[in-house]
């Protein structure tokens, strides 16, 4: 077909909301993923002083969420760190509470500073401590508060990570507000780890929901499994000690669009190079190291967060024995049976 025919065809069946796929083909349905986001590395100790000057400028309730979201620069504009992940880091000061809302996307907490907060969900207030880990499933009510300063409240900031890329995409979007600031505590304190976090469940417990019962994940049990499994000999060549967060009633995903880790790294460790197709975002909870993404290497630091795009190759290597925490979009990658990996000798 000659240009000026194709040309004209083009702008006849345009005209109808048409387009011919055999000019698109190669980029609709690729040989490898195309790299749409792109490596990239916060400095925790650079974005501080903007988080606390934000505290400056406005209260927790005004912003209903004081958070400094982390755009991937390849996708500015988005307020996603991947195609289908967002990230932020939340500071919620003394004496301030965060008004209860819900929302059909679904949210993880990591705890990255300070330890006077806390965290309410579905009526149970959860103490926020470093290196935690808490899940606020779909549409759940939430608050988070902390303690007045003459009560030893200090400034906490944690990570945020949901899937409000992916719901967007879905077209799946929506949010609730209270009627009161805070939401009535109507269970314990430790709830649901007494209930589902001691290998044990409930009696009559019944499956209704793939998201965890278990609403929080406290560091200290994480790192001392770390640790056995190390004494033990589970150093993997390319993760070090990696082990995933679960539903404890199904043994799947905490939560059903997002996929949660821990790895230990020991000292000395030089990690092999792999890559798989779910993209993830890293927040480094202890110790100082270096990551190659792609060709381009970073150093990080405690708190530091570094995203790796999806098929691009990774390693990692510890110049202290480090911890990182992860998320990624592999439930879904393996619930449709698109989850690749390969391993690099």
């Not at 409000?164 to 995409?169: A, D, E």
């Not at 499994?225 to 000999?233: I, S, V």
Request: proline share 8%.
């Amino acid at each position: 077909m000659a240009m000026s025919q194709a040309s004209e065809f083009n702008a006849r069946i345009g005209a109808d909301h048409l387009v011919p796929l055999w000019e698109q083909l190669h980029s609709l349905v690729p040989e490898v993923p195309p790299r749409v986001c792109a490596p990239a590395l916060w400095r925790y100790e650079a974005l501080r002083p903007h988080l606390m000057e934000a505290g400056r400028l406005i209260t927790a309730e005004q912003a209903v969420r004081r958070v400094l979201v982390m755009e991937n620069p390849a996708i500015p504009g988005r307020a996603s760190i991947t195609q289908t992940l967002y990230a932020g880091l939340q500071l919620i000061l003394p004496g301030e509470v965060a008004p209860t809302h819900r929302h059909t996307q679904s949210a993880l907490r990591l705890v990255l500073e300070g330890q006077s907060a806390f965290t309410a969900v579905d009526g149970e207030r959860i103490p926020m401590q470093p290196g935690d880990f808490i899940i606020t499933p779909s549409w759940t009510w939430h608050d988070h508060g902390n303690a007045l300063q003459a009560e030893g409240g200090e400034p906490v900031v944690w990570l945020d990570g949901l899937d409000i890329p992916l719901l967007g995409f879905l077209g799946a979007q929506f949010s609730g507000n209270y009627h009161a600031k805070e939401q009535p505590v109507t269970k314990v304190v430790g709830s649901s780890l007494a209930r589902y976090g001691a290998g044990l469940l409930p009696v009559r417990h019944r499956v209704n929901s793939p998201v965890s019962p278990l609403a929080h994940y406290p560091y200290a049990r994480t790192r001392e499994a770390l640790d056995t499994m190390l004494r033990d000999g589970g150093l993997d060549d390319w993760d070090g000690v990696k082990m995933r967060y679960v539903n404890p009633a199904t043994g799947g995903p905490a939560m059903p669009s997002m996929a949660t880790f821990m790895q230990l790294l020991p000292k000395g460790f030089r990690g092999k190079t792999y890559r798989s197709t779910d993209a993830t975002v890293y927040s480094v909870v202890e110790g100082r190291g270096q990551v190659s993404i792609d060709g381009q290497r970073f150093d990080f630091s405690p708190r530091d967060t570094f995203v790796v795009p999806s098929w691009a190759p990774v390693s990692l290597c510890a110049g202290e024995d480090c911890t990182l925490f992860s998320f990624s979009d592999r439930p879904l990658h393996e619930a449709l049976g698109l989850l690749r990996e390969q391993r690099q000798d």
